[in-house]
């Protein structure tokens, strides 16, 4: 509706009909999934990696207390700063090329991710902790059986805060630079700017906005309701 | 398999904000192996803290803590601590609840599934095993925890109000049930409350200490028949003996001042 009334106010903003159109036009040639077939794979790909290293790296700071003090605020400042400048950084160290936009996406989450199971691990209850070792745990598999599985719901908040910043920091990518990532999205956004044409361009974006939608409500919604469900986070009327 | 413990002046503090606030004031403590110890004190006495020292989740202030003969270095499963809130891990079932230890002691899946069957249904849970602690009662959730400590058949059990949370009926039933698996088993058990007939009912010896810092000011040898149950006369006729002990040490001052604001809780 808000679209609709923009569109007609702003003679260049292809009206919801017309993008429609484009969309399904997108559709037929095989455009579309094309775009979200190469978007998840890409995203995929670096977000994988940036978990990795991002619970491993939020795992040590936050069983080591001396780490933690040296690391996390630089941690901090890194994450309150907008990821997209490292762009034009690793545009000229890496090259422009998918591999550039890659790291930028991966180590864009892994601030987040890293900071968030930090908190996680920190926020461990200390008794869970002593009924591990007292049950015969310790170092790594405590670690392993005890630390991680208590700090998972923890862990799944800075994951999806991770993920919105790599997606942002991926779109920033795409607008720097045409086609670096090889998803698509930034040949679409070097036409629309040359032709001045909007309609592939919105069409583009409610792609892309679709692509978010689900995966938040595909992965991680599911994931944390799961996580949430099981550990009697939920309350269902049950006996205390 | 038991082992005897051996507390030897043992003092704990706490520092808070640079001030020190004695949990234990020098407490010896001597138990035999084989020995069923039960611990009674008012509120704040330190006795978890006793059991702390004891499980090795802390080190004394001054003092030393052996068991078998060996300085305490840190917790293991030899000195199982049965916490005074259960402390089940919330993500995993009852059944691998029970499991957790036997797995970190390298047992075989099957011996171990075998063994946590035979102490969840001891504990009276059979029919809910495959659920999360969430959804057990309050008094469920300690008998998890407790099957969890027996299972791994411990040389020190260290039980901390294991029953304070349960109903009258299931708290006689395993009142008779801790005393049969103790004679089966063997093992030393150091039983923490605050309730003086539960005390008479399972100790050997019923060591009373007084409120913060927690001192031992007294020990009473129970040599009544066992199984004893809470009712019986002669067990409430002992109660009153002991609770009587209590009261005159508070009587006389012999606790000392404490600092902060939750002061003597009378039992
Ligand atoms: N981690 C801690 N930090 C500071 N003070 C503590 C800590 N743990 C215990 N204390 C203090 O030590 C004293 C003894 O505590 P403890 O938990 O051993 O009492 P308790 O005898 O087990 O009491 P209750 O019967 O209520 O469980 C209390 O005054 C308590 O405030
Ligand atoms: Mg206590």
Known sequence: MIWWLASLAADALPGPGVTAAALADMAADGRLVSIVWRLAAFMGACFAIAVVLGVAGGLAIGMSRAGDRGLSPYLAALQGMPTSMWIPVAAIVLGTDVWSLGAVVTLGAVPAIMLGTRTAVRNVPPLLLRAGRTLGESGTSLVKRVVLPAALPGIMTGVELGWSIAFRCLVAGEIFSGALSGTGIGTVISRSRQTGDLTEMMATIIIVLAFTVLIDRLVFSRVQSRLRTRRGLVDAGLPH | ?267
């Not at chain 2, 399972?202 to 007084?210: A, K, N, P, Q, T």
């Open chain 2, 1 to 267: 398999m038991s082992a005897s413990v051996r507390l030897d002046a043992v003092t704990q503090a706490f520092a808070r904000r640079g001030s020190h606030r004695a949990a234990l004031a020098e407490l010896s403590l001597d138990i035999a192996a084989g020995e069923l110890v039960a611990v009674v004190g008012p509120s704040g006495c330190g006795k978890s803290t006793l059991l702390d020292l004891i499980a090795g989740h802390a080190r004394p202030a001054t003092g030393s803590v052996t068991v078998g003969g060996v300085p305490v270095a840190g917790p293991g499963p030899q000195r199982m601590l049965v916490f005074q809130e259960h402390a089940l891990f919330p993500w995993l079932t009852v059944q691998a609840n029970v499991e957790f230890g036997l797995r970190s002691a390298g047992v075989a899946p099957d011996r171990r599934a075998a063994t946590a069957d035979e102490w969840i249904a001891r504990v009276g849970l059979a029919d809910a095993a495959h659920l999360h602690p969430h959804e057990l009662s309050g008094g469920m959730r300690q008998r998890a925890a407790l099957a969890r400590a027996f299972a791994l058949a411990p040389q020190v059990l260290l039980m901390d109000e294991p029953f304070s949370a349960l109903d009258a009926p299931s708290r006689d039933r395993l009142h008779v049930e801790l005393q049969d698996l103790w004679r089966e088993t063997g093992t030393t058990i150091v039983f923490v409350t605050h309730n003086v007939r539960e005390a008479v009912t399972l100790g050997d010896r019923v060591v009373v200490m007084s409120s913060g810092p927690g001192r031992v000011i007294a020990e009473v040898a129970v040599t009544l028949p066992r199984p004893r149950v809470v009712e019986s006369g002669r067990v409430v006729d002992l109660a009153q003996h002991v609770r009587g002990l209590l009261d005159e040490a508070d009587q006389m001052g012999i606790s000392a001042p404490r600092h902060g604001r939750d002061g003597y809780v009378s039992i």
